[in-house]
């Protein structure tokens, strides 16, 4: 009886230390309704957290420090309480954590601006992968395996495609059901048309750039900056090969950028001397939305003309 007492100890005990993929931080900003009920919000932002953080997303173990750090925000814009639609904008972010430092690299940074959804307050949040009919937790899914496919692709090349996978197939059980917001339309951005270019073969330089950047750039910035600018050098060079390479490369190099732009400019700001002019040319290229970014990078160059190659580690990576 002590037996198999001390094995259900160590059972739970293993449970513990093996346990759920996510850390996620849920907020649900209902400021902007008015005469509605407030503490419904909460309980809908308590149920989302609860659902992420208790959720078993993967078959595969996650110890205590290897959870993905996440956080999703809804913006409540408006609630109709007698038909319980609400009408929302929806920020995601994950983060990595860099090898040999205390940074964690803002690894996605996506926005849904029209999203809507119904909820009654009090009703069970879940969800079944064979049965896909609640826009809400469809949603929280599909990112949060897009969190999980970035995530791995981070630590190794082409990790991620198995979760990508499982993202592909809640996109296409949505919109066989006519659920909005996830149909995939010729070069548009939405759940849909993100999906179908994480999955395209002919993207691999952007899954390429993810890994190249992460394992070889920011993982090695603590020890030898020099080698992790140059690695990130040539994820950058990757995402030039995927825009010249796919018709549908635009989001994935958008999606990049909004998450590693102020990143980057802290980069190249500083530390080791690497030619400026090129990489500042190759950011432009390719993300001309943060122009105003790239020209901090080039005036911080032609302020110290001259950067000897110091063994400082730059601001935004600080070694442990």
Not at 46 to 65: G, M, Y
Not at 87 to 94: D, V
Request: charged share 25%; net charge neutral.
């Amino acid at each position: 009886m002590m037996h198999k007492f001390i094995l259900v100890l160590i059972f739970f005990s293993f449970q513990t230390v093996f346990s759920q993929e996510f850390n996620c931080n849920v907020t649900v900003d209902a400021s902007a309704v008015r005469g509605s009920n407030k503490q419904m919000f909460k309980t809908l932002e308590q149920s989302i957290e609860n659902l992420i953080n208790s959720h078993k997303w993967t078959d595969r173990r996650f110890a205590p420090h290897e959870k993905i750090k996440c956080d999703l925000i809804l913006n409540i814009k408006s609630f109709d309480p007698k038909r319980n639609n609400i009408e929302s904008e929806l920020y995601f972010r994950s983060y990595r954590p860099v090898y040999h430092s205390d940074y964690e690299t803002l690894l996605l940074n996506l926005i849904e601006q029209d999203f809507k959804f119904t909820y009654k307050e009090f009703e069970n949040i879940d969800f079944n992968p064979d049965f896909i009919d609640n826009n809400l937790t469809a949603t929280i899914a599909y990112y949060l395996y897009v969190a999980l496919g970035h995530d791995l692709d981070s630590f190794k090349e082409n990790g991620g495609n198995i979760y990508f996978n499982k993202a592909e197939e809640i996109q296409k059980s949505a919109a066989q059901n006519n659920m909005q917001g996830w149909q995939a339309k010729n070069k548009g951005s939405g759940k849909g048309d993100l999906i179908e270019a994480l999955v395209n073969p002919r993207n691999q330089y952007y899954h390429r750039s993810i890994y190249t950047y992460h394992r070889w750039g920011l993982d090695k910035m603590a020890d030898n900056p020099k080698l992790g600018k140059s690695n990130i050098i040539s994820a950058l060079n990757y995402l030039s090969k995927l825009k010249t390479s796919s018709e549908n490369s635009s989001l994935l190099i958008k999606i990049f950028f909004d998450a590693k732009a102020e990143e980057i400019t802290q980069i190249f700001m500083e530390g080791p001397e690497v030619n400026i002019n090129f990489v500042v040319n190759k950011l432009q290229s390719l993300a001309p939305q943060y122009s105003q970014k790239w020209d901090e990078i080039k005036k911080s160059a032609n302020t110290n003309p001259v950067r000897p190659e110091v063994k400082k580690i730059p601001a935004v990576i600080k070694e442990k």
